[in-house]
């Protein structure tokens, strides 16, 4: 078979039956890639938060104590606080990010409530060093609120521990709106 005719077959025959074959596999890959990469859970924020499709998109209704944390690898204390989780009977998925602003953003954690690591629990954001206990109650009452917080980093939360020391601390719900309310307040010991 001469080059000119290998070619003229390619053309004729074996293109028009690739192509189309090759174009389904491309989209097919391309269609699977973009689900498998994102590896975040729907929130409840982002539930609360988006304007469209808003009654399909509600907090998950599973009764497990399931635990996706977003955290920088820099911090340490973030892990002391994945394995008080863990004591607790929650599962933890564990996301280590250089990022984590952008976590915080896309959750719409607010500013002012922000804290070093940010985890998603059956829908509901929870920011910072909030208590196993705190959390195990707002999925039991199940708030029309977008998470909960304890802002900054005291000392004596679950992951701060540091001897006898406990600084007073409060757990702050927050809604779709950014108003907040104290979920649950504790004393701090010297």
């Given at each position: 078979m001469s080059h000119k005719q290998l070619i003229?077959?390619?053309q004729k025959w074996l293109l028009p039956i690739l192509m189309p074959a090759t174009v389904q596999i491309v989209v097919l890959t391309l269609g699977v890639l973009s689900i498998l990469g994102s590896t975040a859970p729907m929130s409840h924020a982002q539930a609360v938060f988006s304007t469209r499709?808003?009654?399909q998109q509600t907090p998950s209704k599973s009764t497990g104590l399931n635990a996706t944390v977003y955290h920088s690898p820099d911090c340490n204390c973030c892990g002391g606080w994945i394995e008080h989780l863990k004591t607790q009977g929650f599962k933890i998925t564990d996301f280590s990010t250089p990022d984590?602003?952008?976590?915080k953003q896309k959750y719409n954690v607010?500013?002012?409530l922000s804290s070093c690591h940010t985890a998603i629990v059956n829908g509901y954001v929870i920011e910072g060093h909030v208590p196993a206990d705190d959390i195990k109650r707002l999925l039991q009452e199940k708030p029309n609120v977008v998470g909960l917080s304890v802002p900054q980093m005291p000392v004596g939360t679950p992951g701060m521990e540091?001897?006898?020391r406990k600084d007073p601390f409060s757990v702050?719900?927050?809604d779709r709106n950014n108003s907040v309310a104290?979920?649950?307040k504790y004393p701090g010991e010297s």
């Open positions: 003229y077959c390619w499709h808003i009654q984590i602003e952008t976590v607010p500013d002012n540091m001897g006898n702050l719900s927050f104290v979920f649950n």
